[in-house]
Nanobody
């Protein structure tokens, strides 16, 4: 089992950047594929980005491709979401999630595939 804690959210102007962190507990972080999701008020939770346990495979939602980057350091039990060129429509609560990877290159893009979730961190982008 793994426990996750996000940090790094905040208020930023459009065009700005933020880096979200997801710190994981436990000694088997390196076997978990990681994902980031977001949920805006009144909307369903949506996929943002995912990374395999080795970091060799990454996958992004079309809405963030080219602006966001997901990466991880298994030695630090941490995954990050670097968000650049932020837009007001990126405003949401951002969640990190973990799932045991089926293979070194496996990542997941559906929320139901992730059994472990953090508490979320608010990102607000002003226009």
């Amino acid at each position: 089992q793994v426990q996750l804690a996000e940090s790094g959210g905040g208020l930023v102007q459009a065009g700005g950047s933020l880096r979200l962190s997801c710190a994981a507990s436990g000694r088997t972080f390196s076997s978990y594929a990681m994902g980031w999701f977001r949920q805006a008020p009144g909307q369903e939770r949506e996929f943002v980005a995912a990374i395999s346990w080795t970091g060799s495979s990454r996958y992004y939602a079309n809405s963030v491709k080219g602006r966001f980057a997901i990466f991880r350091d298994n030695a630090k039990n941490t995954a990050w979401l670097q968000m650049n060129s932020l837009k007001p429509e990126d405003t949401a609560v951002y969640y990190c999630a973990a799932a045991v990877g089926a293979s070194p290159g496996t990542y997941y893009s559906e929320s139901y595939e992730y059994p472990y979730w953090g508490q979320g961190t608010q990102v607000t982008v002003s226009s």
